[in-house]
């Protein structure tokens, strides 16, 4: 039985990727941090957490500019791998 897509198939892919990078950040490495605190992976895992939000940051400004710019007015449900960015 296949459900539906992990990734929404109406949203362009800059939109999903910034969502997924806030996702990894806030529910992932943010409490491992705390979880590995003290040990020698706490030293790279803020790091990835500060990386994550900057991927996510350029990746929503670009879908914001070209929102605005109304490059997504007629955007069709694809594939994630067909959507445009």
């Known amino acids: ?3 539906d897509p ?3 198939t109406d ?3 800059s ?3 910034s969502a997924l990078c806030a996702l990894l950040a806030f529910l992932v490495v943010a409490p ?3 979880v590995f605190e003290g040990t020698a992976v706490a030293v790279v895992l803020p790091r990835f ?3 994550l939000c900057i991927l996510g940051a350029v990746s929503f400004v670009f879908y914001l500019v070209r929102s605005v710019l109304g490059h997504y ?3 069709q449900p694809l594939p994630w791998r067909q959507q445009q960015w």
Do not use: A, D
């Open 1 to 3: 039985m296949r459900g």
């Open 6 to 8: 992990f990734f929404p």
């Open 11 to 13: 949203r362009p892919r």
């Open 15 to 17: 939109w999903s990727l």
């Open 32 to 34: 491992l941090t705390f």
């Open 49 to 51: 957490f500060v990386l």
């Open 73 to 75: 007015k007629g955007l």
